[in-house]
């Protein structure tokens, strides 16, 4: 029993002899010893540029893929600026008689119409006003029949001529005043035909001289107001303007009619329009930049005078190829896709005498066939290097350093992992 083993472990031996001298032949690209590490380590210093990865593999970190688009892309500055209303579209609200606040119907952010009440004065003085409006409109009629006597008395030679110019002198002055207190009592809001001595009024009425927004408040119920102390400020949005402030390097590119897209600090989430239409001819104090006026379009809401914002000017619209942000890779200073492609590695051999292809994953069995490489579904893509232009709305525009072919299907998202993968096996992985 004990020869059959010696007998059996001496067969085994040779076969195993037999087969490595075999398969190991000199030459066969199978080196030995310190020639076979040496050629190791120079076939993983190349750089591998093809990823071969499983459906499982793709599916495990979410790959997705995609095309290069053709986007109409804009070249853009970006800029600080501050919105702002033009005083002719800002307007003080006050009374034009001095008094005491009784009702004030608005406040900040109301919207308002040019003529609308927005508070009430009160003041004795407004009936005295319109007391001697009735006195004078009485004198005014007594003085017609005055004169009117004269002119009959002197056309029968039984008057005389003195008391005639008198009584057309105390007519005319009469009606000056009746004229200069009409006039003040229209100012106050009052129509002068619905004054009587039942219907004398002691509140005036404030309105706005302008439709639009109450941006500030500066009196209250009870304070005292004259014609220097305004009681509220209402400010027009409709022709709100975008002050932007642009460097002197960067003004050559700006142009009469440029879009901008704008946001402002307190809230980046809201986008908004404007368009240039005027551009400053000095600079802005010690600066070195010069105001870029812009007028805000399309939707205001939210926007108020005097808010900080930050614009991207549009220089121009180009139609070019682009990708999605995130379908570009950084490594060593360099940017890349990933592109799908039939392509497959250079074939080489591992320590045990397998053929690999550069990019192929593969595994080392100990079975019946060890020599024989694993087949595996796999999808291979090819790393591209590209150069990037600009970036708009989440796209940006590339130029491939090699010609991706047309409709050709790049990764456009979990690039990185792949470039992990060729970083980290040189392509292939055990």
Not at 120 to 130: A, E, L, R
Not at 297 to 320: E, Q
């Amino acid at each position: 029993m004990k020869v059959n083993k010696h007998i059996f472990y001496a067969l085994s031996v040779a076969f195993m002899l037999s087969s490595c001298g075999q398969q190991h032949r000199e030459g066969d690209g199978h080196a030995h010893g310190a020639s076979s590490a040496q050629q190791g380590e120079e076939s993983h210093e190349e750089v591998a540029s093809i990823a071969s990865l499983t459906a499982a593999q793709i599916a495990a970190v979410d790959i997705q893929l995609g095309t290069v688009e053709q986007k109409s892309l804009t070249n853009m500055i970006k800029v600080n600026g501050v919105l702002s209303v033009p005083n002719n579209n800002k307007a003080n609200a006050a009374s034009l008689y001095g008094g005491v606040i009784k009702t004030m119907p608005v406040q900040v952010g109301d919207r308002v119409k040019k003529g609308q009440v927005i508070a009430t004065v009160s003041n004795p003085q407004f009936i005295q006003v319109q007391e001697e409006y009735l006195t004078v409109s009485s004198q005014i009629v007594l003085a017609e029949q005055e004169l009117q006597r004269q002119q009959e008395l002197n056309a029968g030679n039984a008057g005389t001529r003195k008391n005639l110019e008198t009584a057309s002198s105390t007519l005319s002055t009469l009606r000056t005043r009746r004229a200069s207190l009409q006039q003040q009592i229209q100012l106050m809001g009052i129509s002068p035909a619905s004054i009587s001595n039942g219907n004398l009024r002691a509140n005036l009425v404030v309105t706005s001289p302008i439709s639009g927004t109450i941006s500030n408040v500066f009196a209250k119920i009870g304070s005292y107001v004259d014609v220097s102390s305004p009681v509220l400020e209402v400010v027009d949005n409709s022709l709100l303007h975008l002050d932007l402030q642009v460097f002197e390097k960067d003004l050559p590119q700006i142009k009469v009619g440029q879009f901008v897209d704008f946001t402002v600090t307190n809230n980046p989430a809201n986008r908004f329009s404007a368009k240039v239409f005027s551009i400053g001819a000095s600079f802005e104090g010690d600066s070195k930049s010069v105001a870029v006026h812009c007028m805000v379009m399309g939707n205001k809401d939210g926007l108020i005078d005097g808010m900080n914002t930050v614009g991207m000017i549009s220089l121009y619209h180009k139609t070019v190829p682009a990708v999605p942000n995130e379908a570009i890779v950084e490594a060593d200073g360099k940017f890349y896709v990933f592109v799908q492609t039939d392509k497959e590695g250079e074939e080489h051999h591992d320590e045990e005498g397998h053929d690999h292809r550069e990019g192929e994953e593969h595994t080392h069995s100990h079975e019946n066939n060890p020599g024989e490489k694993k087949k595996n579904n796999t999808i291979n893509f090819e790393k591209i290097e590209v150069v990037k232009g600009v970036s708009e709305m989440g796209y940006t525009a590339i130029t491939a350093v090699e010609d991706i072919p047309a409709g050709a299907k790049i990764v456009v998202r979990g690039g990185f992992f792949i470039n992990a993968k060729l970083s980290n096996t040189g392509g292939h992985a055990h």
